[in-house]
């Protein structure tokens, strides 16, 4: 086998290939003008020899349910990524390489999950992509609990640098793939030295070896990643391990560049001048988005005929699979919802009284009864947010059908392996205090990107929690969770809500975040379940001309009807709207929007939270809501400090009405 | 020494201090019916030995500028903390303790910094308060640079728990200090193997000493808490450690509970029988809030006399500073402000262009040079955001007085090591891209609880990032930093205005979060450094009858002045508002606000991020603004396909005066 453009005849054909995909990615970034071509130079050989001598995938069929995965947890080197899926036969044209880093373009500047055929996450945000790899290798598990290894059973990969093992979410993550054991978790370490900043040794000095092996990982180390055997050695070993591998593999930042081994050569395109004399030293013609064809062709049949017997004993597995199993795993692979929600069983207490948080425990456990894709656990508050699955076990490698994760005190890791977990095509569901959502934002924002279905459970959601003061009282949390592009939040008023809220979150397979109530409340005899799905209701109608709307959420819905009573018997004419959704009113049509509200000058909000949520629909001076700090007293003592009692609210509506 | 009320006189009185402290402890929270008995019973010992053997302090100025730190990580350990400062000599009083967890209490549920004389930092969210301590290190090394080991010289001791050790920030930071060789910094890690959902090994199975010895600290171990004598040997080793050290001292949690060991005795009050039979088994009176006065006095004593001739050495060495150093020390003391912000050198490019994050840069720099307290860095990403102090070191170990940070890629880490360095009465920096505020936001919400004059600079602020694409274009962070309580967010328009931003942040010495535009922008005639103390102002008036007020903020306040160009032209009259910061604004008399505003039904908002910000003052309807996630392509391209054009602007606008 020689390759027409090749020069250097010694080295070996992989090499050849990455040299190929080395041009091709700096060719990107000069087209676009922008890009990271450090990694693009200095960590080919490892993206090129993963995927010629160990991925399993199909290139036909690039969401094959059963192919290992690759996280490009550098999401940086896109052009890396895209230009390799080229070089393998993925479905990418040389004109779609043109248009890297454009407006609309199938290979933008970070991977997008979803946009490009082969790329199996978004990326960018550093670390993220590695914590999310470790909930695709618990997917993996309890998958092949589910329908046995002939049917899932594969690697997950990825390929992080330093900047992923700098941030804290990579710990987190590792910590946890340490403990549960996931052996097929597959880690490449670009391990370069230099970051953006300056050479890595001005922040960063940690013994990486001993880092994760306290950790429990297996660690190795390929000193040159052009060292083709080295590192197919590594990976061979890794696949062995009775635990998750990282392989350090040395790498020179955009090497055969003048500026290689430098913060220069990191996140700029190069010089036409550098571009010129690192094609003539790779052996590459000097003309861009020119390739060799038999590199590529080489390198898709390396990959196809690896994969052809793999692909074909999976096909006969599946078929061999019973009618239930292979209609559960084509929800999986359809990311469907595998049961009816209709027939949610939820006995209330005798005195008509629960807490939503408590609530949501026992409707997530009657729907987890029926539905086995559901999976997830908490931040070591599951006791508290009540969001545990009962009669199943805790998942780990011993236990890969257990369904409850234990993730620790590790909120943003469980944000993003929740991710991982959806990219499975599991419904994951992740919880904590509602004040802790900031530690998870980072992931939130990527299943939101990402459009995955996780469930997301805040409970303790308001100066309501009351003893804990401050540091646990959210009040900025709400908006930002609102505010967050693609996100449904919903906060229920009471178990009817918290039923109707379940339905739309698990029917809309979108991503959620579920905002629940610490204390008990009444279960109210006007609130509904079904009109969940408008996101707001009225839920007291006026009897007359319409003095004033009262719009509440969660625990202070039983406030306003509350304060509603103490209206009505004066004589005012009040309408309270339920609105436990204010994303999904706004997907409503504007006639029913405007029959809801309608009224601005006349709407008052309750809710215990930041203002910034509902300007859209009151005005300043109508809000009974809360703009500072919480305090540290009984729930009483601190919802009457800052106005929140049925006098108060009535009274203040009442001189409006006035 | 006897104590009156001890039956078991073979243990020592330190531990007969640590007991009464314990049953003050569980005494609050029994009579607050909250909190967290689980810690006060297991590390009583550590804190009371500290406290009794090791920590620095002025018992008559708790805020003495050289005491030794001592940062409650665990924050939930609140009771065990107020107990011991009250058994040692603190100002408060037991009537104060029988305030704990109730409303306006000085003992609130979590430590609250500024509160309670010998709180030393605001602690709750795990982990954050480890990485606090890493500042405060920082900034115990730094002030020594500029007045001297004499004046300046102290250790920053933490109690933290397994949960802080699970938190990303906590290794975020660790590593940090290992690299910089912090060893003045001193860990006592009470391991007690249980979590609030669960025994600490479904969770967790680290090699502690490998894992830290990693991060280059020195790690040591003491099998029993209650062995004074080994427990004092480690504190004596740490101080004279070369690197930090972390002492994992063994402990169980609830220790003499019938819960002891579970996660039972975790957060909720004991019962009346627990309590009586831990009294019993520690020999104090089952009475509560009585303790021994002997062992109040005896601590207290200890206390005193082993800090007498520090505090007066320290006197001398504080008269013997030069007067210059002498007025900067009480600027450090006293949180002020030491030079005149009315002198900012700023020239201005020939071109008449300059983004805002090189404006800032060039500013930042030129306040430097004047203020010795201001020390910063950026999470890898100076050499874009701007935010290095030129011809300065960058700070480790080896140099103390460098005044530029490399956090690395450890942006959570970075917030709250910055409020450290504001604990310490400097003024710090943290710079990163807006689109990663998302992993600073607990450190932000932190420095807003605490007060702290910490700011955070945020480049990169908008959808006109451009080729990066979505994950790094931030769209909800603006409102999610707006809608925290405490928080000063600035977003100049051009270079006038982040003058004017400078001045006002460090001058009000509040947290601040000053959001900074990647490309050129004109410096507008119309603009004004002064006006940004209003918050907002008129930057084109109206020249008759007022069509439109158009409002808009950084990079979209010329693109606004482009529209109103275009307005005018078509003879409309419109009125043109620079708004760099709402919270500003909105502190200003109701009359001002009317007089830029006071027209909602006219007012149009242009500004590239969420429109959550914007409800106040504008319908849904008159919103230039965005929220979906944005796009990867040129900054033209992007900007054009969400309407960011002065044509559409004009056009839209035009339509509605029509």
Redesign the interface.
């Given at each position: 086998m020689v390759f027409d453009n090749k020069n250097n005849e010694d080295i070996s054909l992989i090499n050849k290939i990455a040299n190929n995909i080395r041009g091709l990615g700096i060719d990107m970034i000069d087209n676009?003008n922008?890009?990271h071509p450090g990694i693009v130079l200095g960590a080919a050989n490892i993206i090129t020899n993963l995927y010629a001598n160990h991925l399993k995938v199909d290139l036909n069929n690039s969401n094959w349910i059963n192919r290992d995965r690759f996280i490009m947890s550098a999401?940086h080197g896109s052009a890396l990524l895209y230009a390799t899926l080229f070089m393998a036969g993925y479905n990418l044209s040389l004109e779609d390489l043109k248009t890297f880093?454009?407006?609309?373009?199938i290979v933008?500047?970070?991977p997008?999950y979803g946009l490009t055929s082969g790329v199996d996450a978004?990326?960018?945000?550093?670390?993220e992509g590695l914590a999310t790899s470790v909930g695709v290798a618990i997917g993996e598990s309890y998958l092949r609990s589910l329908f046995s290894d002939k049917v899932i059973d594969y690697y997950t990969y990825v390929l992080c640098g330093?900047?992923d093992l700098?941030?804290?979410?990579?710990?987190?993550a590792c910590?946890?793939a340490?403990?549960l054991g996931l052996n097929k978790l597959i880690v490449l370490y670009d391990s370069n030295g230099v970051?953006?900043?300056?050479k890595l040794d001005?922040?960063?000095?940690?013994?990486?070896?001993?880092?994760f092996?306290?950790?429990?990982w297996n660690y190795l180390l390929v000193n040159d990643s052009e060292d083709e055997l080295a590192l197919n050695n590594a990976i061979n070993k890794a696949k062995e391990s009775s635990k998750p591998t990282i392989i350090e593999v040395k790498t020179t930042i955009g090497k055969y560049s003048v500026n290689e081994g430098t913060?220069k050569v990191h996140g700029a395109p190069l010089s036409k001048e550098d571009i010129t004399s690192i094609k003539e030293k790779l052996g590459l013609r000097d003309i861009p988005f020119t390739v060799s064809l038999d590199a590529k062709d080489y390198f898709n049949n390396l990959i196809v005929e690896r994969n052809k017997e793999k692909i074909t004993s999976w096909e006969e597995a599946y078929n061999s699979l019973n009618e239930e199993n292979k209609t559960l795993l084509e929800k999986v692979i359809n990311n469907k919802l595998p049961m009816d929600m209709g027939n949610v069983v939820y006995e209330a207490p005798e005195d008509g009284m629960d807490a939503t948080r408590s609530v949501s425990g026992k409707v997530l456990n009657n729907i987890a009864l029926e539905n086995k894709l559901i999976i997830g656990g908490?931040a070591?508050?599951?006791?508290?947010t009540k969001s545990k699955i009962n009669n199943t076990l805790?998942f780990d490698s011993e236990n890969i059908g257990g369904r409850n994760i234990?993730?620790?005190?590790?909120?943003?890791?469980m944000a993003a392996i929740s991710n991982g977990l959806a990219l499975c095509g599991l419904t994951p569901f992740a919880s904590t205090f509602l004040?802790?959502s900031?530690?998870l934002?980072?992931g939130i924002?990527?299943s939101?990107?990402m459009d995955l279905p996780v469930l997301y459970i805040f409970s303790h959601d308001s100066i309501s929690v009351?003893?804990?003061?401050?540091?646990?009282e959210p009040?900025?949390q709400l908006?930002?969770l609102?505010?967050?592009?693609?996100l449904d939040v919903y906060r229920p008023g009471d178990a009817n809500e918290v039923i109707g809220a379940y339905r739309n979150i698990l029917m809309n397979r979108k991503p959620a975040a579920l905002i629940l109530g610490r204390n008990k409340v009444r279960i109210e005899d006007s609130t509904n379940a079904k009109e969940v799905e408008k996101g707001a209701y009225i839920v007291k109608k006026e009897f007359d001309k319409l003095d004033a709307i009262i719009v509440a959420t969660g625990e202070e819905l039983e406030l306003a009807l509350d304060a509603y009573d103490l209206l009505i018997e004066k004589g005012y004419s009040i309408r309270v709207v339920s609105m436990p959704s204010i994303e999904v009113f706004e997907r409503q049509d504007k006639n029913y929007q405007e029959e809801i509200l309608g009224s601005r000058d006349k709407t008052f909000i309750v809710e215990a939270s930041?203002?910034?949520?509902?300007?859209?629909y009151a005005n300043?001076d109508h809000m009974f809501t809360i703009?500072?700090?919480g305090?540290?007293?009984?729930r009483k003592?601190?919802l009457n400090?800052f106005g929140f009692t049925k006098e108060n609210i009535a009274q203040e509506i009442e001189k409006f009405i006035k």
């Amino acid at each position: 086998m020689v390759f027409d453009n090749k020069n250097n005849e010694d080295i070996s054909l992989i090499n050849k290939i990455a040299n190929n995909i080395r041009g091709l990615g700096i060719d990107m970034i000069d087209n676009a003008n922008s890009g990271h071509p450090g990694i693009v130079l200095g960590a080919a050989n490892i993206i090129t020899n993963l995927y010629a001598n160990h991925l399993k995938v199909d290139l036909n069929n690039s969401n094959w349910i059963n192919r290992d995965r690759f996280i490009m947890s550098a999401g940086h080197g896109s052009a890396l990524l895209y230009a390799t899926l080229f070089m393998a036969g993925y479905n990418l044209s040389l004109e779609d390489l043109k248009t890297f880093r454009k407006l609309d373009s199938i290979v933008p500047g970070h991977p997008e999950y979803g946009l490009t055929s082969g790329v199996d996450a978004t990326t960018g945000p550093l670390g993220e992509g590695l914590a999310t790899s470790v909930g695709v290798a618990i997917g993996e598990s309890y998958l092949r609990s589910l329908f046995s290894d002939k049917v899932i059973d594969y690697y997950t990969y990825v390929l992080c640098g330093d900047g992923d093992l700098m941030e804290g979410i990579s710990y987190e993550a590792c910590s946890l793939a340490g403990k549960l054991g996931l052996n097929k978790l597959i880690v490449l370490y670009d391990s370069n030295g230099v970051t953006l900043d300056n050479k890595l040794d001005k922040s960063f000095n940690e013994n990486i070896e001993a880092r994760f092996t306290s950790m429990n990982w297996n660690y190795l180390l390929v000193n040159d990643s052009e060292d083709e055997l080295a590192l197919n050695n590594a990976i061979n070993k890794a696949k062995e391990s009775s635990k998750p591998t990282i392989i350090e593999v040395k790498t020179t930042i955009g090497k055969y560049s003048v500026n290689e081994g430098t913060p220069k050569v990191h996140g700029a395109p190069l010089s036409k001048e550098d571009i010129t004399s690192i094609k003539e030293k790779l052996g590459l013609r000097d003309i861009p988005f020119t390739v060799s064809l038999d590199a590529k062709d080489y390198f898709n049949n390396l990959i196809v005929e690896r994969n052809k017997e793999k692909i074909t004993s999976w096909e006969e597995a599946y078929n061999s699979l019973n009618e239930e199993n292979k209609t559960l795993l084509e929800k999986v692979i359809n990311n469907k919802l595998p049961m009816d929600m209709g027939n949610v069983v939820y006995e209330a207490p005798e005195d008509g009284m629960d807490a939503t948080r408590s609530v949501s425990g026992k409707v997530l456990n009657n729907i987890a009864l029926e539905n086995k894709l559901i999976i997830g656990g908490s931040a070591d508050t599951a006791s508290s947010t009540k969001s545990k699955i009962n009669n199943t076990l805790d998942f780990d490698s011993e236990n890969i059908g257990g369904r409850n994760i234990n993730f620790g005190i590790r909120e943003n890791a469980m944000a993003a392996i929740s991710n991982g977990l959806a990219l499975c095509g599991l419904t994951p569901f992740a919880s904590t205090f509602l004040a802790f959502s900031d530690f998870l934002k980072p992931g939130i924002r990527l299943s939101c990107l990402m459009d995955l279905p996780v469930l997301y459970i805040f409970s303790h959601d308001s100066i309501s929690v009351g003893e804990d003061g401050p540091t646990h009282e959210p009040i900025e949390q709400l908006v930002s969770l609102r505010a967050t592009p693609n996100l449904d939040v919903y906060r229920p008023g009471d178990a009817n809500e918290v039923i109707g809220a379940y339905r739309n979150i698990l029917m809309n397979r979108k991503p959620a975040a579920l905002i629940l109530g610490r204390n008990k409340v009444r279960i109210e005899d006007s609130t509904n379940a079904k009109e969940v799905e408008k996101g707001a209701y009225i839920v007291k109608k006026e009897f007359d001309k319409l003095d004033a709307i009262i719009v509440a959420t969660g625990e202070e819905l039983e406030l306003a009807l509350d304060a509603y009573d103490l209206l009505i018997e004066k004589g005012y004419s009040i309408r309270v709207v339920s609105m436990p959704s204010i994303e999904v009113f706004e997907r409503q049509d504007k006639n029913y929007q405007e029959e809801i509200l309608g009224s601005r000058d006349k709407t008052f909000i309750v809710e215990a939270s930041s203002s910034y949520s509902w300007y859209k629909y009151a005005n300043q001076d109508h809000m009974f809501t809360i703009d500072t700090f919480g305090a540290s007293g009984s729930r009483k003592d601190v919802l009457n400090k800052f106005g929140f009692t049925k006098e108060n609210i009535a009274q203040e509506i009442e001189k409006f009405i006035k």
